[in-house]
């Protein structure tokens, strides 16, 4: 599976008072750019909550390389890391749009849970769309 890419600009409300974007906010985007990944396979995180699975983030990552600024266009990358046999991994990179600049790189590890909050292996659903069967 190829890298999916979204864009973000960075709002004032993202920013210290030194104009640089709170860190938090990268978690943010990777979440941003793993939604419209899966939304533009054509699954919602609606639908695959509707069909009784949950993906709650199981461990999280971020280097950062380069300042974010206020009213940065940002490309987000987004990519499944297929060496993680139970749960998902994902693998971002969030780009300077205007020159492609890696500003950083981070990762998220999802476990999957039924509705009863039971630890559960990812369905055939959700590997048939990314392409891991």
Do not use: Q
């Not at 009784?52 to 390389?65: A, Q």
């Not at 990179?93 to 476990?111: M, S």
Request: proline share 3%; hydrophobic share 40%; with cysteine.
């Amino acid at each position: 599976m190829t890298a999916h890419r979204t864009t973000v600009r960075v709002i004032y409300g993202d920013t210290d008072n030194m104009g640089i974007a709170y860190h938090a906010n990268y978690f943010r985007w990777f979440e941003i750019g793993r939604s419209e990944m899966f939304r533009d396979l054509g699954l919602a995180y609606r639908e695959i909550e509707k069909r009784g699975i949950y993906l709650p983030v199981s461990e999280v990552g971020c280097k950062f390389t380069a300042p974010v600024r206020y009213d940065d266009l940002l490309v987000i990358e987004t990519a499944l890391d297929t060496s993680v046999r139970g749960g998902l991994k994902f693998n971002y990179r969030i780009l300077k749009a205007e020159d492609e600049t890696v500003l950083a790189r981070g990762f998220t590890k999802h476990a999957c849970l039924n509705g009863n909050g039971k630890l559960v292996r990812p369905p055939a659903f959700i590997l048939d769309l990314i392409g891991k069967t």
